[in-house]
């Protein structure tokens, strides 16, 4: 928003907060779980945890009561700072920054101050999704964190602009590490995107040009839409100097499409990077005309970064030869300490290199091979875990809490057209019942859009589950009475769903987040909306109108009255081609 602090107020309020948790017991090694809004606080008390030696446990306030407890359960963090009235169950001492709290820490020092923290303490515990149902925080530590913060430096030369960094994910993953390091640490600026415009484009491209951001890391699903409107409506892109691309595959046709139109002054790099080998491991990058999409319908991640090895291995771990897939492992010294707590799964996927003495290898599940330049070309899971719309979610964990319904016996997740979907044995339950159910459990992210109620699993000749042989949910979640578009309007905004959702049937009454529709399809559709029926519309709207009929009803009053929700289109910019 307009809140601003300058380097001095950023390090004296750090500053402050460090001595405060000093106090409190903070030491190297100490966690402190921080569950706070998207605000400069959180960039204050990432480095007050920092500065006072201790590692911070980031928390999506987002995430509902049960999943917080689990995380804090998990590691046990002596202290949760928040802005938030939680309650739970928990030995950690909750900490809210209210106005008497605050006073408390602007009585201490203002001076740097001693920690006696060293390079191979913790800086953070990131927790990523577990197979058993219960999340795992993976340990990373300063030298790690300080040896990719250089490798930026120096791979993307940041030193050469001012790096003004919009900062878009969560608190709660490893990506919020990268904006804070890429900016901080090279004088630049951190700009945080307020929480009420993370999803509208248009906003987003104001904030970007009033802001003068020369960064942006985020993934495929926001950085493509985002960069169409901006090239549709030909609005100026004065200061971008860097695309991050990453967490997600990045189709191979959008890429090229983003290098003719912008490539010539915009580098657009194509990253791949886990949260165990501590954000980045590798990163591809082209130029305008150099790239031929026709060899792969996916960008390859790249070569490995400057403190990273990358091995392809075969089911004995043997090395494979060019061309052919294996999985990929990762050394160096990038890698993280392992999952706090878990001995044994640390064991299983952190392991000594055989190939160099002295370095462990990390053990991705991810398929890839290497490419005859020399660059590995990333082909998709090897378990049940996936990524989807950045999030990285095991498969096992959803099911595992979806078996905890007391009506349902057996379940399995797989994906269907970049949507989850659920099948389950057991009695018939209300698919608003089952998402309600795991809305209470699990982030938004991690409930699937279809469940499905079967009699049995279709089995492979090993008597395993074939997951490849399950029912496409095709009318899943569909209208119970299916209405066919009646007015020129509906006609024109069920056709626009059915290109998003890749679907031939559209019935007015469908409701767009239970028929397929997510938070980045639901930008896409706003901004395809604006583009067909020049009219500016909110993204509360369409959650708060999200059938076609209502969705009509909306656009067609903004042509006779104006509507809150909606208004004649107003152009950002000159026409000039961005």
């Known amino acids: 928003g307009e809140q601003r602090l300058t380097y001095r107020e950023l390090n004296e309020r750090a500053n402050r907060l460090a001595h405060y948790l000093q106090r409190q017991g903070v030491v190297p090694e100490t966690l402190v779980a921080l569950c706070l809004e998207r605000s400069p606080e959180m960039v204050v008390a990432v480095l007050g945890v920092l500065k006072a030696g201790g590692a911070y446990v980031p928390i999506d306030p987002t995430y509902p009561p049960d999943r917080i407890a689990t995380m804090l359960s998990v590691c046990n963090p002596p202290l949760l700072l928040t802005d938030q009235e939680l309650e739970l169950a928990t ?39 577990g197979t ?67 999803l509208d484009l248009q906003a987003l491209y104001r904030l970007m040009q009033d802001e003068q951001i020369t960064v942006l890391d985020a993934t495929p699903g926001l950085i493509v839409p985002l960069m169409e409107l901006i090239w549709q409506n030909r609005w100026p892109l004065d200061h971008l100097k860097l695309l991050l691309v990453g967490a997600d595959a990045f189709a191979s046709n959008d890429y090229v499409t983003l290098l003719d139109r912008f490539g010539d002054r915009v580098r657009i790099a194509n990253c ?17 005309g150099e790239y031929d999409p026709r060899l792969y319908s996916t960008v390859p991640i790249g070569r490995p970064i400057a403190n990273t090895r990358m091995y392809i291995l075969d089911a004995k ?53 290497w490419l005859p330049d020399g660059n590995v070309q990333y082909i998709g899971r090897i378990d049940h875990q996936i990524k989807l719309r950045g999030y990285r979610i095991e498969l096992g964990e959803i099911e595992a809490v979806l078996n905890e319904h007391p009506l349902l016996f057996q379940s399995v997740l797989t994906v269907w057209r970049e949507e989850l979907v659920a099948y389950y044995i057991g009695e018939e339950v209300a698919a608003a019942e089952l998402r309600h159910y795991l809305k209470a459990r699990l982030p938004a992210h991690m409930v699937p859009t279809h469940y499905l109620q079967l009699d049995q699993f279709p089995l492979s000749p090993n008597g395993k589950i074939d997951r490849r042989a399950l029912p496409a949910p095709e009318v899943d979640a569909r209208s119970i009475e299916h209405v066919e578009p009646r007015t020129p309007t509906e006609k024109r905004v069920a056709a626009l769903w059915a290109k998003l959702l890749r679907t031939k049937e559209v019935s007015v009454h469908d409701n767009f987040f239970e028929v397929g529709g997510h938070s980045l399809l639901a930008t896409q559709l706003v901004t ?51």
Request: glycine share 8%; net charge negative; no cysteine.
């Open 272 to 288: 791949y990077g886990i949260t165990e080998t501590t954000i980045d491991s590798s990163s591809f990058e082209a130029r305008a």
């Open 91 to 129: 030995e950690t001492r909750v900490i809210r920054l209210e106005e008497a709290t605050k006073r408390q820490i602007e009585l201490e020092p203002t001076a740097n101050l001693s920690s006696s923290v060293q390079p191979h303490n913790l800086a953070y515990i990131i927790f990523t999704s």
């Open 317 to 369: 771990r043997n090395l494979q030869p060019v061309g052919l897939a294996g999985e990929l492992y990762i050394g160096g010294t990038g890698i993280g300490r392992g999952y706090y707590n878990r001995p044994d799964l640390t064991e299983e996927r952190f392991m000594p290199n055989p190939f160099v003495a002295g370095e462990r290898l990390y053990k991705t599940g991810d398929l890839a091979r």
């Open 528 to 578: 395809q909306v604006q583009a067909e029926f020049e009219v500016t519309l909110s993204l509360r709207a369409l959650f708060e109108k999200a059938t076609v009929a209502e969705l009509a009803e909306l656009i067609e009053a903004s042509a006779r009255e104006a509507v809150p929700e909606v208004k004649r289109l107003e152009r950002v910019g000159s026409r000039k081609r961005g």
């Open 132 to 198: 058993t149902g219960v999340p795992k925080g993976v340990m990373i530590q300063h030298d790690t964190l300080h040896q990719v913060s250089e490798i930026w430096r120096s791979e993307f030369d940041l030193d050469q602009h001012v790096v003004r960094s919009l900062q878009y994910v969560s608190l709660s993953f490893d990506v919020f590490v990268g904006d804070l390091m890429r900016s901080l640490l090279t004088g630049g600026a951190l700009v945080i995107v307020p929480s009420d415009i993370r």
